[in-house]
């Protein structure tokens, strides 16, 4: 028999070895940055709540958990395997799945459903696949306006022709993917990974922060789209391009960043904050 220590390692390594498996299937297929990011952000935060939170771990197994466990983790290794390609979706549960394999083993299928939150944190992953069309709806023409409107404020004769945003002959195609989706997903998973760690006492703050965490980050990316606005006559330069920079995944992943410093930033502070009754 183990002890309680050695019986912690047992599943931390576990789950150590589905997040290295996890990370190298999903580094081997064209992901964009900002996936791969968000896959290493949620294995993180997914190894940290295992390892910092005293789970009860079940002394003996029963032939139908270790049944069900190993039916689950075999079938989805080999599924993962056939899924080497972004065509079949599947490779954006491999994580949920294998996760799920784990719990059920060494917690049972009732330990399984206590531990839900995790498994909602695992599946953010394929959540966001689908939330990013209709979020970027409704954010990309909200963008262009007020990014329009910012700029005739400070005195860009700024105008709209479609989603585009012309200052004199050059202009700037605002299109899903300059829309702050993705960022707000990225920034919103932060979260969600920081209040698993660290978690607000009352639901109803953790709420006032995901709503302050998207102002923030929507507001950062009209900030990258009044630069991208400006500089766009740079797109394409031999020199250093602000443009092409700020443009491409570097420079949104570098505001996406800002985004998170000062949703944490505002974290912290409501976290420290006594008198806040939700």
């Known amino acids: 028999m183990l002890d309680r220590k050695k019986e912690k390692k047992v599943v931390e390594l576990s789950i150590l070895s589905i997040i290295i498996f996890n990370l190298f299937l999903v580094t081997n297929i064209p992901l964009s940055l900002f996936d791969q990011c968000l896959n290493i952000l949620l294995s993180i935060g997914i190894f940290e709540y295992f390892r910092n939170n005293k789970l009860e771990i079940k002394k003996k197994v029963s032939l139908v958990d270790s049944l069900l466990s190993f039916t689950i983790f075999f079938a989805t290794l080999y599924r993962a395997f056939l899924s080497y390609s972004l065509s079949d979706n599947f490779i954006f549960f491999t994580l949920t799945f294998l996760l799920i394999s784990l719990l059920v083993i060494h917690f049972s299928l009732k330990g399984l459903f206590l531990n839900w939150r995790i ?86 703050i953790f709420y006032l922060q995901l709503i302050i965490t998207c102002f923030i980050t929507f507001l950062i990316n009209i900030f990258r789209l009044i630069i991208l606005a400006i500089f766009v006559d740079t797109h394409n330069s031999s020199d250093f391009s602000i443009f092409d920079f700020f443009h491409g995944p570097k420079g949104s992943l570098l505001f996406s960043l800002i985004s998170i410093a000062l949703s944490c930033e505002v974290y912290k502070k409501l976290y420290s904050l006594k008198k806040l009754n939700f």
Do not use: H
């Not at 700029?151 to 004199?168: K, T």
């Not at 989706?181 to 109803?204: W, Y």
């Open 119 to 204: 498994i909602l944190m695992s599946s953010i992953y394929p959540i966001q696949k689908i939330i990013y069309i209709p979020l970027s709806i409704i954010l990309t023409p909200l963008s262009t306006a007020i990014t329009w409107f910012v700029l005739n404020i400070f005195g860009f004769s700024a105008y709209i022709r479609g989603q585009e945003i012309f200052i004199g002959s050059g202009g700037v195609m605002i299109t899903f993917g300059c829309s702050g989706s993705d960022q707000i997903i990225f920034a919103i998973t932060a979260m969600f990974v920081l209040n698993l760690l660290i978690p607000f006492k009352k639901v109803g």
